[in-house]
């Protein structure tokens, strides 16, 4: 069963502008991690952030932050001020920690395009 | 720091040829995973180690796969025989295990082609 939804496969974003990639999770546990991943054309895995499903703010990481609804869910990557350097494939994933151990699942992803 | 190494980079062999793709995770990480990235796929846990123990091998595709960590600084993922399906981009990533919040760590990966 699909456990991890990107549902953008591709989105484009003026460069300076804000976006929002997509991700929405199925588990039953309530002990979880939900991470994004960067993936540029050169092809290495670049890891952006962390939300622990117990974390009640939001997490930050620069120009990055995680809109992270719960009882919704999902779990949105949200870039700001973007730069031509963003262009690249995003992966969402998630770690269930009771039933899954430390295994972690990727979603589809999804292929930002910045223009300039 | 050293990140993870894998090698080779690239691979290319012949259908029913015996593939080796190595790693060597970070330093102190306890987990070590192998992923598989295909267009089709996406990417696919194959089998991941806790200190040095597989742990869930249930992504292996079929019994052409074997995986082995024979100490906590090197692994291997073997196909034999190898088949043009197989042809992918095979990631090793480590993570150290203490935290829920440890990301994992990827290496370059190698691509793999089987004509």
């Known amino acids: 069963a699909q456990k991890i939804t990107q549902t953008q496969p591709g989105m484009f974003v003026q460069e300076k502008e804000a976006v929002t990639l997509d991700c929405t999770y199925d588990?039953?546990?309530?002990?979880?991690?939900l991470f994004w991943y960067k993936q540029p054309s050169s092809g290495e895995m670049i890891f952006l952030i962390y939300q622990g499903s117990y974390d009640e703010q939001n997490a930050t990481e620069g120009r990055y932050s995680l809109n992270f609804q719960k009882a919704r869910k999902s779990a949105n990557l949200v870039i700001s001020a973007s730069q031509l350097g963003d262009s690249a494939m995003y992966f969402c994933?998630?770690?269930?920690?009771?039933?899954?151990?430390?295994?972690?699942?990727f979603g589809a992803g999804t292929r930002l395009f910045v223009k300039a | 720091d050293a990140g993870v190494i894998q090698s080779p980079r690239h691979e290319v062999t012949e259908m029913g040829q015996e593939v080796t793709l190595r790693c060597k995770p970070i330093s102190g990480h306890d987990y070590l995973f192998w992923y598989r990235q295909t267009m089709m796929r996406g990417l696919e846990l194959l089998i991941y180690f806790n200190n040095n123990v597989p742990i869930d091998d249930s992504g292996m595709p079929e019994d052409r796969f074997s995986a082995k960590m024979p100490n906590a600084s090197f692994s291997t993922l073997k196909i034999q025989p190898s088949e043009p399906r197989d042809s992918a981009v095979y990631f090793c990533a480590s993570s150290r295990g203490q935290s829920s919040n440890s990301p994992l760590h990827f290496g370059n990966g190698t691509r793999l082609t089987v004509t």
């Open positions: 588990t039953s546990d309530q002990s979880y991690g």
């Open positions: 994933a998630m770690r269930e920690e009771n039933t899954g151990g430390f295994k972690t699942i």
